[in-house]
């Protein structure tokens, strides 16, 4: 009755939008920040009845990754830090869209029951609360704070501004029943970092000063500003942050940031000629770029993908994608492994053999599959969006995913991390420091680096340079690790893209009909051709894949196939 009463009166302070249909898709709610109060509202309820339900702190993050600064979005971190369940994404569209206020409490009432969530009872419910650097932003924090208050028993607290993978660190970190703040976070960070650095061989160390300098395009977004803050903990690398979001810096997201780089193959605003040579990144939210290599990260902080200028003569880059990051990680994996399983004297003897798996999807380049199939990996494809690939990812002992677009992590099982724990503490005091020894300590510290709840660019950053440092690898030769084949994309404006549906991790086109056999015959005429279409879940529109032996052959056919698509 209360309850009843409270969401009555809470729910009229927010009237939903008139003719929008919003969807929770792979990446929550998004659109443009103006109509958006309403909606966060409601998954401010939404939060507090699954914190109820799950008994476990709940998550809740306000971005809108790599769009454009006007818009905005709210995506929800589950118990474990992952995704929000797929059960519960029904529930979010309806309760975001109803527009009749009794509907809508109609909606609750039904859930509420059909979930058994005990409202008012013993059970409290805790949120999180995040935002990225939107200036939307804070006038949403505090719609969600009213939906949070408005069930009985919930508490919003709010974390203040923070890239989307610290949150969902937060949340895992907190319901495995440990303290949580974000200079924990950057410890974890820095010290696992640390000791992978302490951990190289020696006579390697020489030979490991290649690329002098790091420079990360903070995509004008909070990752930049976080990036400032970590670097001051990390040693042993040189960071430049370049796009922090700084006053007079430029434009959140426009040209620059993980998906503009990786999408139009070209340098961020704020790189130029003078950067040849250098390793630079960029991410979602944050990009990074290192002296002749440049890495680059995204609005939010959770993709991350490299490049570097080749040539002083035009800003053509050479990317490094979440499929070669994918690929260096698989690969410093297995050696650690081999190393764990080769019998010395120690006695130290592998007693069970560690599942690795590797999960990409489509878009993953074919030569990267080829590569990873040739180190003997366990390949398997999901479709696009980070909840498919990390729930697949969490069924081996050791589970790689990225997706191209450079969202990925790494997940470890509780049986292989205490696996590792007593591999590294049973060893006799003859066999400390021996091969064994230390791979076991680099794989548990990968663990502690890595965030496991989902993909974040700054973990994935430092994990990159650990890992370059020890190989005393510079970006080019990493980028040769294998040579992409050449691909395009497409997209096309349609007026319903749910028309179009697919299976087999989206390689296949199951409606409408006759369809695939088209892109099968446009294939056909060219070497080393595979084409796909699906439709976006983010935009309206079908996106058109497309790789061959060369560039003209990739185009044309990404071409055609948009043509059969329209
Ligand atoms: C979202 C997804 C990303 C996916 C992208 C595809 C998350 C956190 N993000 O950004 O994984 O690659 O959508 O967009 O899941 P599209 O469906 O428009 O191609
Ligand atoms: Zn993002």
């Known amino acids: 009755e209360k309850q009843q009463a409270l969401l009555i009166e809470s729910a009229s302070r927010f009237p939903p939008p008139q003719g929008v249909k919003l969807s929770y898709g792979t990446s929550g709610f998004r659109a443009d920040a103006s109509i958006l109060s309403s909606t966060v509202f409601r998954v401010g309820i939404l939060a507090a009845l699954r914190s109820i339900k799950t008994k476990s702190v709940i998550g809740l993050m306000i971005t809108a990754s790599h769009n454009q600064v006007s818009d905005n979005g709210i995506k929800i971190a589950d118990p474990t830090g992952g995704m929000l369940t797929q059960d519960w994404e029904p529930f979010a569209d309806a309760i975001a869209n109803a527009i009749d206020p009794k509907d809508f409490i109609q909606l609750i009432t039904e ?58 660190w937060m949340v895992r970190r907190k319901n495995m029943g440990m303290k949580v703040s974000e200079s924990s976070y950057f410890e974890q960070l820095s010290n696992s970092f640390r000791c992978l650095v302490d951990l190289i061989p020696k006579e390697d160390t020489v030979t490991s000063k290649v690329d002098e300098k790091l420079i990360v395009d903070g995509s004008n977004g909070v990752g930049g500003e976080k990036l400032e803050e970590l670097k001051k903990l990390v040693d042993g690398l040189i960071i430049e942050v370049r796009n922090t979001g700084k006053e007079g810096e430029g434009i959140l997201n426009e040209r620059v940031g993980a998906d503009f780089v990786q999408k139009e193959k070209v340098a961020p605003l704020g790189f130029s000629s ?46 490094v994608d979440g499929d070669k990051i994918l690929s260096l990680y698989s690969l410093f994996i297995m050696e650690q492994l081999r190393a764990l399983s080769k019998k010395e004297n120690s006695g130290m003897i592998a007693d069970y053999s560690v599942k690795l798996g590797v999960v990409q999807t489509a878009y993953a380049n074919g030569a990267s599959t080829e590569y990873l199939k040739q180190l003997g990996l366990d390949i398997v494809f999901t479709p696009t969006g980070v909840k498919y690939l990390h729930e697949k ?36 005091s003859t066999s400390k420091g021996s091969e064994q020894h230390k791979a076991a300590l680099r794989l548990l510290a990968i663990s502690n680096l890595i ?12 994990l990159a340079e650990a890992i370059l440092l020890h190989k005393g690898w510079s970006i080019k030769r990493w980028a040769t690790l294998y040579q992409d084949l050449p691909s395009r994309q497409l997209k096309v404006k349609v007026a319903d893209r749910t028309a179009v549906t697919t299976a087999n991790a989206e390689t296949v086109v199951v409606k409408p009909s006759g369809l695939q056999e088209a892109i099968n015959s446009e294939t056909a005429k060219f070497p080393l051709g595979r084409s796909f279409i699906r439709p976006s879940g983010t935009e309206d529109v079908i996106r058109i894949y497309a790789e061959a032996s060369t560039q003209e052959a990739a185009d044309t056919l990404a071409e055609s196939v948009a043509e059969h698509a329209k």
């Not at 002749?292 to 800003?315: E, K, Q, T």
């Open 111 to 168: 859930f509420v029951k059909k979930e058994d969530i005990p409202i008012g009872g013993v059970q409290s419910a805790e949120i999180y609360l995040g935002r990225d650097t939107r200036p939307s932003g804070e006038v949403l924090l505090e719609a969600a704070k009213q939906g949070i208050s408005s069930v009985v028993g919930a508490v919003a607290i709010d974390m203040g501004i923070l890239t989307t993978p610290q949150l969902h």
């Open 274 to 319: 003078n950067d040849v040579g250098i390793r630079l990144v960029s991410y979602l939210h944050v990009h990074t770029h290192r002296q002749c290599v440049l890495r680059s990260l995204d609005g939010d902080a959770d993709r991350l993908v490299y490049f570097h200028i080749p040539s002083i003569c035009n800003m053509k880059i050479d990317l």
């Open 393 to 428: 990812a969490a069924e081996y002992d050791i589970g790689i995913y990225f997706e191209a677009n450079g969202h990925g992590t790494i997940l470890f099982s509780e049986h292989c991390i205490s696996w590792l724990e007593s591999r590294t503490n049973e060893v006799s």
């Open 451 to 462: 965030n496991q709840a989902v993909g974040d660019a700054l973990s994935g950053l430092l």
